[in-house]
């Protein structure tokens, strides 16, 4: 069985558009949710995200790359780019054909796209739009294969290149399907994550029609508040994280330090509700139950759960019996957290971030906290680590993701061990 580690990571994420500043504030407990400035949201119910403060050229890209790539892939680029940088990979010296793209994306061009209708169609008042007025690169907004393209052309890969957009499960999906692509043997070394530009009036006004986000405008730091008995929804987000895939011989041929190991990836769809969630968290329990037997885990080796955690009422108790019903009395012992209440929801982005942070925790031996959480829900009662940073030794890493459509998803990261003959 081939195996797959991990031997980069990189990020841009709100309150931290590189790894260490985004492990920084993590861990710190810090929020980065706030009023939005991308656009002027006062016609909103919700008027907060989490937003980026990401600036393309001082992240590498040239004013060419800015022209031609929607922020998404903006920041996709400059995350690859510093996962690359720590992978220690020679470029001019390995084999591109072995080489692969697998990301994530759940919206994809949103931001792009809704700018250049405002433009052909004079801000709506046009029925019949002037495509005369579109900028040249419309089209690679509109075709969400455009963020594996650009990653495949940046680093010159060959092998196979796709995008996965399974909703808010984007992230662990593409990092799940780069990780089957090693098993498989079709590639050595795989560029994945996932990437969201999400903060845009048409996003934020699809989320405020179903109320699923929070309308705390007043106090935008304390606004996602997972598992507390006092969540009113969830706070969009933005970023990216790319994680380097690469085949276990292959990596330690090279010396590269390594992260981790992707000990299980699994993926269930509840064919329930567009929207809804099953309140026994049965497919979500399975897919955690498929990732932990790929890996021969069991619950007591679990020493960490990032949660998807999105601070809305039903998936916070849907994900609480999911841990129950997997792990049993196992759960109540296990730190759980949902970095979301501090870098807000990036929806497809949001499971690579989660990724990279499991990666993390697994380095640095710190579990991030589950920030604003400070009044008990009766129906989540596990252990949510709130609101401080603690250290432990964590040797395995779970993380799940929900998404709109009925995805459920759960990859398990791990120790290097040796393998056993």
């Known amino acids: 069985m081939r195996r797959t580690v991990v031997t980069g990571v990189g990020v841009v994420a709100p309150g931290g558009v590189t790894r260490d500043s985004f492990w920084a504030t993590i861990t710190a407990g810090k929020t980065a949710t706030r009023r939005i400035t991308l656009f002027d949201p006062s016609e909103f119910r919700s008027q907060i995200a989490a937003e980026a403060d990401f600036d393309p050229i001082a992240a590498g890209l040239t004013v060419q790359d800015v022209r031609r790539m929607d922020r998404y892939i903006q920041f996709a680029a400059a995350a690859a780019s510093e996962a690359m940088g720590e992978s220690g990979l020679d470029l001019e010296n390995i084999d591109h054909e072995r080489m692969a793209v697998s990301m994530g994306s759940a919206v994809g061009?949103?931001?792009?796209?809704e700018d250049e209708y405002v433009v052909v169609s004079n801000h709506g008042e046009e029925w019949e739009v002037d495509p005369e007025y579109a900028m040249p690169f419309v089209?690679?907004?509109l075709v969400p294969s455009s963020l594996a393209s650009e990653l495949s052309m940046r680093f010159q890969t060959h092998g196979p290149a796709a995008v996965i957009s399974t909703g808010c499960t984007s992230g662990i999906d593409g990092i799940g399907f780069g990780h089957q692509l090693i098993q498989d043997g079709r590639a050595d070394i795989v560029i994945s994550g996932a990437a969201d530009s999400p903060i845009s009036p048409i996003s934020m006004a699809c989320f405020d029609a179903i109320k699923a986000t929070s309308a705390r405008n007043d106090d935008p730091a304390h606004a996602s508040r997972p598992f507390d008995r006092d969540r009113d929804g969830f706070v969009m987000g933005e970023g990216s994280a790319v994680l380097i895939l690469e085949e276990l011989e292959h990596a330690q041929a090279r010396g590269a330090d390594i992260y981790c190991e992707v000990l299980g990836y699994a993926s269930r769809g509840n064919g329930y509700h567009m929207t809804g969630l099953r309140p026994d968290g049965l497919e979500m329990s399975e897919s955690i139950?498929?990732?932990?037997?790929?890996?021969?885990v069991n619950p007591e080796d679990i020493g960490y759960i990032n949660a998807h955690g999105s601070g809305t009422k039903q998936n916070d108790r849907h994900e609480t019996a999911a841990f129950k019903r997997a792990l049993g009395d196992v759960a109540y012992n296990i730190p759980i957290s949902s970095i979301k209440?501090?870098?807000?929801?990036?929806l497809g982005a949001i499971g690579s971030l989660e990724m990279a942070a499991c990666?993390?925790?697994?380095?640095h031996g710190v579990v991030p906290p589950t920030a604003n959480w400070e009044n008990p829900d009766p129906e989540c009662d596990l252990d949510y680590t709130p609101n401080t940073a603690r250290e432990a030794k964590v040797n395995v890493a779970l993380s799940v993701g929900s998404g709109f459509g009925g995805f459920q998803s759960a990859m398990v990261f791990g120790r290097v061990k040796?393998?056993?003959?």
Do not use: F, P, W
């Open 109 to 113: 061009g949103t931001t792009a796209l």
């Open 139 to 141: 089209y690679q907004a």
């Open 289 to 296: 139950v498929d990732a932990m037997n790929q890996g021969k």
């Open 341 to 346: 209440s501090m870098i807000g929801h990036s």
């Open 359 to 363: 990666a993390l925790t697994i380095r």
């Open 418 to 421: 040796e393998a056993t003959k």
